[in-house]
Nanobody, 126 residues
Framework: QVQLVESGGGLVQAGGSLRLSCAAS????????MAWFRQAPGKEREFVAA????????YYADSVKGRFTISGANAKNTVSLQMNILKPEDTAVYYC???????????????????WGQGTQVTVSS
């Protein structure tokens, strides 16, 4: 069984920064894409950022472009999310996701990911 474990969440003031990390453990697998999603209270889970190892392509939601940066290491199945200039609307539980295949040109949909972490809380105070 594959486990994804997130770390790095917490409480930060608006304008501040946080760095989230995610590492895979358990049954070995080779990921083709890893991503971050988030879910705020009362809202649906939404795409934040993804990285496809082939060509090291990155994808971002419009709401985080220019503020968040996704990076990682394919061989280690690890991914990080550097979040800068945080806003109160970034408050959510952030989830790491991974899949063994790149199923679309832009992997922004929930159903494109097989493996999920338990989530880490990010709270941005105003």
């Amino acid at each position: 069984q594959v486990q994804l474990v997130e770390s790095g969440g917490g409480l930060v003031q608006a304008g501040g920064s946080l760095r989230l990390s995610c590492a895979a453990s358990g049954r070995p697998f080779i990921s083709a894409v890893m991503a971050w999603f988030r879910q705020a209270p009362g809202k649906e889970r939404e795409f934040v950022a993804a990285i496809a190892w082939s060509g090291t392509r990155t994808y971002y939601a419009d709401s985080v472009k220019g503020r968040f940066t996704i990076s990682g290491a394919n061989a280690k199945n690890t991914v990080s999310l550097q979040m800068n200039i945080l806003k109160p609307e970034d408050t959510a539980v952030y989830y790491c996701a991974a899949d063994r295949n790149l199923n679309s040109i832009a992997p922004v949909n929930l159903n494109e990911y097989e493996f999920w972490g338990q989530g880490t809380q990010v709270t941005v105070s105003s």
